[in-house]
């Protein structure tokens, strides 16, 4: 399923992460693979994001492609940068449990309150909004598959088995 870019930012909306670095006013996505390396991003010089056959590929205007297999990427962070921009240090600690997962979900360390949460396909399709009294999440009727969580603004992957 392909998503432009301008939906991609409405699913989802991420708070700043990355290295030290001077920078302008970017709109960044910052990938975070298993291995906890970074990739940054500069969102102006993508023409779409999509998805496709367990992918993230990323097109940019110079008319390359870019893929990264999705069972490798632990996060992916949209957000902006202006002036100093230091990595979010303490989301490291936020993370879902246990992954790969069969009935349901536990998130430890919610950054910030929680105000909200939702389950995503990789393809962006909204299949589960679940009320904010809870870090403990059902998943057990979803199909098996690679789901994106968002809460609050952040968004972690788990595995549906």
Not at 44 to 52: A, G, M, N
Not at 75 to 98: E, I, N, R
Not at 103 to 120: T, V
Request: aromatic share 8%; with cysteine; hydrophobic share 40%.
């Amino acid at each position: 399923m392909c998503m432009n870019l301008k939906t991609t930012l409405l699913v989802f909306a991420f708070s700043c992460w990355g290295m030290v670095s001077v920078v302008s006013q970017n709109n960044l996505l910052n990938i975070v693979q298993a291995d906890n390396s970074n990739k940054t991003v500069d969102l102006d010089l993508l023409r779409k994001i999509t998805f496709s056959a367990g992918n993230l590929v990323l097109n940019y205007r110079a008319g390359n492609t870019e893929t990264s297999d999705i069972s490798q990427i632990r996060k992916l962070v949209f957000g902006t940068s202006t002036g100093l921009w230091d990595s979010y240090a303490s989301q490291d600690s936020f993370h879902v449990y246990p992954n790969p997962t069969r009935e349901y979900i536990q998130l430890n360390e919610i950054p910030g309150n929680l105000s909200g949460i939702a389950i995503y396909t990789t393809g962006g399709l909204k299949v589960m909004d679940v009320p904010p009294t809870s870090n403990k999440i059902d998943v057990s009727p979803l199909a098996p598959g690679i789901y994106l969580v968002k809460v609050n603004n952040h968004v972690l992957k788990f595995s549906k088995l």
